[in-house]
């Protein structure tokens, strides 16, 4: 039970740092928040401080800002429909960029505290491919079979699936020199028998994360093109309840874990909420960003018509991806 809390009070601390920046961003802007909610559905308790009612909710799967003139026109000239559109945009755009800064941030505490591997080379294995070819502690690899080589990750890809010699040049006392090493199989995998240097410097770890990050991100793009394409299933999906059970299986790893998953599913939110359907932040912006180059507004009839349509869609793609996806992995373990 401690378990499934934790996990929700996990999930739900990615929503509310989501509906944080959009919160945020339209107080900066000098646009008028009526309620600032974490979960939906009934209200449990609210606070209200100034013109702001603050309010936590039952269902623990969103949450929302709610402005003044978001869903109708106001007259308010501090309603978000009143404001100029590069402000609405910002509003609109800011939870998106707070879920990014919340995934590089995770993967910096952990990059900080594990090391970030680098491609020096700290020990070589006796009897090992590498040890055999020369390669020496200290030597810098920077190139596999002319691929410039940056990092261990890249290292390890560069060799991984090779199956016959590679050439591998490394940087030795400022210095390059070429060997020609066969790799060997162990584990399922071609290794050549060397370990990283590990690095822990800030910048380091700030660039490893800001890297990690765009890779989660290009893996959601994959995905989608693969929905596109026919080529993924629903078990390689996850509906709220999915990555709250996920959530409770990384936190008993240990908190690394428990921040690795939470880096991955913010820059998840942060595309999934890019995508331009209508209801999704993605589907606003674009919007506005025809208002901005038409200098017309969508009608208020036109625009929640087609917002009901996207949160119809994503309310069904949600529940059968609940249904066939989540529970599906629960009960057949």
Known sequence: MSTLIGSIIVFMLVITLHELGHFTVAKLCNIKV???????????????????????????????????????????????????????????????????????????????????????????????????????????????????????????????SKTDKVSIVVNRDGKEISFNVKPELKDGRYVIGITPKVQKKFLSSFTAAFKHTLSVIKDVFKTIKMLFNGDAKVSMLAGPVGVINLIGKETAKGYLNLLNILGIISANLAIINLLPIPALDGGKFLFLLIESITGKKLSEKVENSLSLIGLSFLFGIMIYVTIFGDLNRIING
Not at 46 to 62: C, D, F, M, N, Q
Not at 76 to 96: E, L, Q, Y
């Open 34 to 160: 009526n309620e600032f909610s974490i979960g939906m559905g009934p209200k449990l308790v609210s606070a209200t401080k100034g013109e702001t009612s603050y309010s936590l909710r039952l269902l623990p799967v969103g949450g929302y800002v709610a402005m003044e003139g978001e869903e109708e026109n106001s007259n308010d000239p501090r309603a978000f429909n009143n404001v100029s559109v590069f402000k609405r945009m910002a509003v609109v755009i800011a939870g998106v960029v707070m879920n990014f800064i919340l995934a590089v941030v995770a993967f910096l505490i952990v990059f900080s505290i594990l090391g970030v591997r680098t491609n020096v080379v700290e020990d070589v294995i006796d009897n090992s491919p590498a040890k055999m070819a020369g390669m020496i502690t200290g030597d810098r690899v920077v190139r596999i079979e002319n691929v410039e080589i940056i990092d261990w990750d890249n290292l390890v890809s560069n060799i991984s």
